[in-house]
């Protein structure tokens, strides 16, 4: 154990040392991944500054903002993974370095190129070439790189040699360890190989099913001693399932045996045997089923026997009913006749009526459609004498209108006249003037001759209009005689109508009342045939049940008993046996979706 132990410390002390040189190495080679990254952002910063002062090409200035983000999150992740101091300085430094280049050079430079003063920005590329320079900016991190290259092989010697270390702290563990396995088996075979060989010869009758063995090994306090014990339980074990195994045969021969029985006299039961009662001795068990069994069978016998004796009463009484519902049905038929034929005449009838009913109503309606025929000519005839009036005042403002042309006609004359006595006054200078005085004089001269003629025809206009007005009230005066003597025929008529519904409407509730006493009769005369044909079926049905009864022997002397009715015909209504009425209560109730049902 002691060997195990202390080659388990070297080979932890081993790994505890790779493990540390492996994070440090590790953690040094991220530096130098993120000072070649920044490197890599600064270079790549500075042409596109350049790219961007010559070309003006909008590309180069995103890539200077990422590479400026790539080479800020570079410096960062440095800053962040620092511990040394000596490092901490050479970052500081670069901080230092970058803060007073890049305002200096690459942000002038870019701002020279925003505001697309490229040829100054050239000048001053020219003028100092050592300014954009990125080799005085990346000297320290360049140091700190060439520091993490020498912590690296420093680590990867350290590795080696944990490496090496490891190897043989594990040879020599396992030279000892193969050793030490070697006595710890010999000791192990002579302690626990010949008690379990010894268990193992007593296991093997035991699966076998010889339970007589003795199990060596059960005072023992170790491992062996528990397996010794349990494998003594499993014997005890073994023997008392073979106790329960006999049990349970017997208990499986006494159920078979009370199986047998019960099925025997249950084969005697199904052959009609009701004497067949359990006698056999059943273990005390079972003793509840036989008791339950003879009980059950001296009841069905009981019962068999009862029905027996009463299919006979059952079958007179069910004849004597058939009888008299026959008479009932004869009866009932010859009402239904009487009925079918008064409902009929009533129905004739009120068909009639309702016939005069629709005549009465569509007069009516004529007559309305008459009132209202008039009421709309009248209606018109009020509408023109309006329209009429409407025009005689027009006719009036037009008449205003006409003398008012004959005043400015008049003047116009006069003004004519006084043109040219003025023209004739002016002389030759004024001859052309006097002309178109004279044309404006026989221009108002024509103008009153067409006004007084205008008047004329106003007057004759309002003279007609007056006679049309005469003619329209005359019309109107006439359709109000006719809508007078219209309304006198509707009110006579309309009475008749209301006459003829009332008795209409009497006589289709006689209609309907003797309808359904017809169909109550039919119903009643169906329903007598069916009760008639329920109770032979049911006689029928009773010696079916006597038959049946008499398969069962309730005892010795009744088995030999036959029935007096054991021959006989099932009694069925036929269908064309129906009275007439009943017939016609089927045919009409089946032709309506109404079902029915015939009793067997």
């Known amino acids: 154990m002691a060997i195990v132990i202390a080659m388990m410390a070297a080979v932890w002390n081993s790994s505890a040392t790779v493990q540390a040189t492996t994070e440090r190495s590790s953690h040094a080679q991220d530096i130098y991944s993120q000072t070649v990254s920044f490197e890599m952002a600064a270079q790549r910063m500075n042409s596109q500054v350049r790219?961007?002062?010559?070309?003006?090409?909008?590309?180069?200035?995103?890539?200077?903002?990422?590479?400026?983000?790539?080479?800020?999150?570079?410096?960062?992740?440095?800053?962040?993974?620092?511990?040394?101091?000596?490092?901490?300085?050479?970052?500081?430094?670069?901080?230092?370095?970058?803060?007073?280049?890049?305002?200096?050079?690459?942000?002038?430079?870019?701002?020279l190129g925003d505001e697309r003063r490229n040829e100054e920005a050239m000048a001053i590329i020219r003028a100092d070439v050592k300014a954009q320079l990125l080799s005085p900016v990346l000297a320290p991190l360049r140091k700190l790189r060439t520091r993490q290259t020498e912590a690296l092989e420093q680590y990867r010697a350290e590795q080696a040699a944990a490496f090496a270390n490891s190897r043989r702290a594990t040879l020599v563990g396992t030279l000892l360890l193969a050793i030490s396995v070697i006595g710890l088996c010999i000791l192990l075979t002579r302690a626990i190989g010949k008690p379990i060989t010894e268990l193992t010869g007593v296991m093997q009758p035991l699966s076998a099913g010889n339970f007589s063995v003795t199990v060596p090994g059960t005072d023992r306090e170790d491992e062996v001693g528990r397996m010794a014990k349990a494998v003594a339980v499993f014997r005890e074990n073994g023997i008392a399932k073979n106790a329960a195994d006999q049990a349970k045969a017997k208990a499986d021969a006494d159920q078979k045996m009370v199986v047998d029985t019960v099925s025997a006299h249950l084969s005697d039961l199904s052959n009609g045997d009701l004497t067949a009662a359990i006698d056999e001795a059943f273990p005390p068990e079972y003793d509840g089923l036989k008791r339950n069994f003879n009980e059950a069978l001296g009841r069905l016998r009981d019962l068999i026997g009862a029905v027996s004796e009463s299919a006979s009463s059952i079958r007179t009484g069910s004849g004597e009913i058939a009888q008299a519902s026959e008479d009932l049905a004869r009866r009932?038929?010859?009402?239904?006749?009487?009925?079918?034929?008064?409902?009929?005449?009533?129905?004739?009838?009120?068909?009639?009526?309702?016939?005069?009913?629709?005549?009465?109503?569509?007069?009516?309606?004529?007559?309305?459609?008459?009132?209202?025929?008039?009421?709309?000519?009248?209606?018109?005839?009020?509408?023109?004498?309006?329209?009429?009036?409407?025009?005689?005042?027009?006719?009036?403002?037009?008449?205003?209108?006409?003398?008012?042309?004959?005043?400015?006609?008049?003047?116009?004359?006069?003004?004519?006249?006084?043109?040219?006595?003025?023209?004739?006054?002016?002389?030759?200078?004024?001859?052309?003037?006097?002309?178109?005085?004279?044309?404006?004089?026989?221009?108002?001269?024509?103008?009153?001759?067409?006004?007084?003629?205008?008047?004329?025809?106003?007057?004759?206009?309002?003279?007609?209009?007056?006679?049309?007005?005469?003619?329209?009230?005359?019309?109107?005066?006439?359709?109000?005689?006719?809508?007078?003597?219209?309304?006198?025929?509707?009110?006579?008529?309309?009475?008749?109508?209301?006459?003829?519904?009332?008795?209409?409407?009497a006589i289709t509730e006689i209609s309907t009342a003797i309808g359904t006493m017809d169909q109550s009769t039919q119903q009643n005369a169906a329903m007598v045939e069916q009760t008639s044909a329920a109770a032979r079926n049911l006689a029928s049905e009773v010696g079916n049940l006597a038959d049946q009864a008499a398969r069962f022997r309730t005892s010795d002397a009744a088995g030999n008993r036959k029935p007096d009715y054991a021959k006989r015909d099932a009694y069925i209504v036929p269908q064309q046996g129906r009275p007439a009425v009943a017939r016609a209560f089927f045919s009409r109730a089946e032709s309506s979706g109404i079902h029915t049902v015939t009793v067997f």
């Open 51 to 111: 790219g961007y002062v010559i070309t003006s090409d909008e590309s180069y200035a995103g890539f200077y903002k990422e590479a400026n983000t790539q080479m800020a999150d570079a410096l960062a992740a440095i800053d962040a993974q620092i511990d040394a101091p000596a490092d901490q300085a050479l970052v500081d430094e670069t901080h230092a370095l970058l803060r007073a280049w890049q305002p200096s050079w690459a942000t002038r430079l870019m701002k």
């Open 332 to 505: 009932t038929e010859s009402n239904a006749a009487s009925l079918e034929e008064t409902a009929a005449s009533v129905t004739q009838m009120d068909g009639r009526l309702k016939a005069s009913v629709g005549a009465a109503s569509r007069t009516v309606q004529s007559a309305d459609r008459a009132i209202a025929t008039i009421g709309g000519g009248r209606a018109m005839a009020d509408e023109a004498v309006q329209a009429m009036g409407r025009v005689s005042e027009c006719a009036k403002g037009i008449d205003t209108v006409i003398e008012g042309l004959d005043k400015i006609a008049f003047q116009t004359r006069v003004l004519a006249m006084n043109a040219a006595v003025e023209a004739g006054r002016a002389g030759d200078a004024g001859r052309g003037f006097a002309v178109v005085a004279d044309l404006v004089s026989a221009l108002a001269m024509r103008a009153e001759e067409e006004a007084k003629r205008a008047r004329d025809q106003l007057t004759m206009t309002q003279s007609e209009v007056v006679i049309a007005v005469d003619a329209v009230t005359k019309v109107d005066d006439a359709f109000g005689n006719i809508s007078g003597d219209v309304a006198q025929v509707h009110e006579l008529l309309a009475t008749m109508a209301s006459d003829n519904q009332a008795q209409s409407a």
